[in-house]
């Protein structure tokens, strides 16, 4: 794999990881009862925007500069998940016959792939205007909750 790809994914997974960290943090946790539609992921958006807004208290330029990494994650979201309304049934699919659908599991990645890479730019961007726009009292802060959030499996206690 070529280095900028590798540079472009680990980019990728650390603003996923801000982001998902930062939302988890907000109330709901619509995803652990089922499939989320539209509006519940709409209002754990804005939840989660509220709360960032709020923890790191930002100013009005870094409010938009985060509503727009928001809506470039949501987009490359969307673009991940594709054609496919139930990812779970589109795997399933590939261990439905006799044998491995070899053929269809690659062409799943390569779509995968596609979409990481065609959208990697716009997310990097976005992450890096939301960051750099803020001070670096708040940048501390970014990073102490990423530190904290780095065993977001385990339970809390």
Known sequence: MKPWIKRTLFGMLGASLLVGSLSACSSGHGWRHGQMDEQNITE???????????????????????????????????????????????????????????????????????????????????????YDSLKPEQQSQVREMMTKRRGWMRHRG
């Not at 958006?45 to 807004?53: I, N, S």
């Not at 044998?99 to 976005?126: H, N, W, Y």
């Open 44 to 130: 754990m958006r804005g939840k989660m925007l509220e709360r960032v807004g709020s923890k790191l208290e930002l100013d009005t330029a870094q409010k938009q500069k985060l509503e727009r990494l928001a809506d470039t994650l949501q987009a490359q979201r969307k673009a991940f998940l594709g054609d496919a309304a139930r990812p779970r049934e589109a795997l399933q699919a590939l261990v439905a016959g006799p044998q491995f659908d070899r053929v269809a599991a690659q062409a799943l990645v390569d779509a995968k792939v596609r979409a990481v890479q065609t959208g990697s730019p716009e997310v990097i961007a976005a992450m890096g205007d939301f």
